[in-house]
């Protein structure tokens, strides 16, 4: 089964990892960089863990899971060597309406990990549907030798330059067409933006008298 790609903010969100071994601290590796709120519970806690905890990266309770561990959590990942445990930590979770994950039991999850590129706010993600995660992590280094130096770098300033591009652009098709332009300009030099290279840019599509009128009423 496909699953659907939302891109979700959970940064200072509730997320519980049941279980201490390496996969479950792969997993809070992996949610780091999100930001959100992280307490590990399991019996036996591997080095990993305790390092992020000794950086105060994450909580950590060692100790066996109790059921009124769930309560108010956003999300739980369950990855103990316990595979009975791990269905009954899910099935609780889809009972109270928590999204949880199960390691390597794609049909006890309400969420999957996917293959993940990450460079600043530039995210990609490639998801075999838990057929294969092996295949979805050898198509993510191939996509992301395809990605250009600089690529999340000029995505932000076309970001910061959204509205002076739509003062001087009326038609939305058009604003595309304009920065796919510019895109694919940068990406065979190498170059990466300013806010200057974006005004140059409008300026060798548009008229500059107009450019320069949508800049005055602005100021």
Partial sequence: MAYFPFMMDIKKKDCLIVGGGLIAGRKAQMLLQYEPD???IAPQISQIILDMQEENSITVKQRTFEETDLKNRFMVIAATADEQLNREIAKECKR???LVNAVDM?????FIFPAII????LL???SSG???PAGAAYLKKHIEKCVPEGYERNLEVLGK???LVKRVIASSSERTQFYYSVLQKVSKTGQVLNGRDIVKYLRMSYRQDSLNTK???KG
């Fill in 130 to 132: 838990g057929d294969s």
């Fill in 161 to 163: 330059s959204r509205e």
């Fill in 106 to 110: 794609t049909d006890d999850c309400s």
């Fill in 118 to 121: 990450k460079k600043k706010n």
């Fill in 96 to 98: 109270r309406g928590i």
């Fill in 38 to 40: 992280i307490t590990v």
């Fill in 124 to 126: 990609i993600s490639i």
């Fill in 215 to 217: 800049a005055r009423k």
